[in-house]
């Protein structure tokens, strides 16, 4: 086994039990495994943005690699309000940076209002309920169609909710509490999903062809927090005594 997977592996047993130490309670070594940790991903967001987006889709057009090829310069306007969002780091200027910040902000909602009618609204009140190949199918999409219409009448704001659009609006809460119910469930169980596949790399890492690192780092995060915990508490006693 090559050195650096010896070394890659340690490091992440290492740093996997500094951040299960905030279970316990905050430390150092929890804080300096939480900065690394968003360290390294706004630096890789920031590599993958730049080679997966702004490359292909804005130098290039701009810069063409193929001579045969001429510049798109309509992509200038993309160009300038991406410059524009850079002078929030000068205080002067800062305010520069409203006008790209409500292009994007716009443009974005008008996309995800589309896609959200799309795909919610049309496809489940008006196309799904019609489309069906079993009796379990069809009453599916009839209480999908019912919830779905029960929501939008819970947001209906323009009339006071009593009597029956009070009853109807009542009933959307029910379809939304199971609604975000659902959803916070799955991501739960997207993140233990995760929880499962760091623990099976911990099991690993303890294995002989790792020097059991992951019992060699558990000793030296305990070992660490036991001092740590111990020095601070011997320091705020002398400031009480004091």
């Not at 009339?159 to 659009?165: L, R, S, V």
């Not at 009933?171 to 993140?191: D, N």
């Not at 233990?192 to 002989?208: A, C, H, T, V």
Request: proline share 4%; net charge neutral; charged share 15%.
């Amino acid at each position: 086994m090559l050195l650096t997977e010896i070394i890659g592996a340690w490091l992440a047993a290492f740093l996997t039990l500094s951040i299960l130490s905030f279970l316990f309670k905050e430390n150092p070594l929890y804080k300096i495994a939480e900065h690394l940790f968003v360290g390294t991903s706004a630096g890789w967001g920031v590599v993958i943005a730049y080679w997966q987006v702004i490359d292909p889709n804005l130098i290039n057009r701009l810069f063409p690699d193929d001579p045969s090829v001429s510049p798109e310069f309509k992509y200038i306007i993309p160009l300038i309000l991406g410059l524009l969002m850079l002078t929030r780091l000068v205080p002067k200027l800062y305010w520069l940076a409203r006008f790209s910040i409500a292009y994007i902000v716009g443009v974005f909602a008008g996309l995800r209002a589309y896609a959200y009618l799309n795909s919610d609204i049309y496809g489940q009140v008006i196309k799904d309920p019609f489309v069906y190949d079993s009796v379990g199918s069809f009453i599916s999409s009839v209480i999908l169609l019912l919830g779905t219409i029960a929501a939008l009448v819970y947001f209906f704001f323009s009339k006071k909710h009593e009597g029956a659009i009070g009853k109807i609006g009542k009933v959307g809460i029910y379809f939304l509490m199971v609604s975000f119910g659902a959803s916070f469930g799955f991501t739960v169980i997207g993140r233990i999903s995760l929880l499962i596949g760091r623990f099976d790399d911990m099991i690993q890492f303890s294995q002989p062809q790792y020097y059991y690192g992951t019992l060699w780092c558990l000793g030296a995060v305990i070992i660490t927090l036991f001092f740590y915990f111990y020095i601070k508490d011997s320091n705020n006693s002398t400031v009480e005594k004091n």
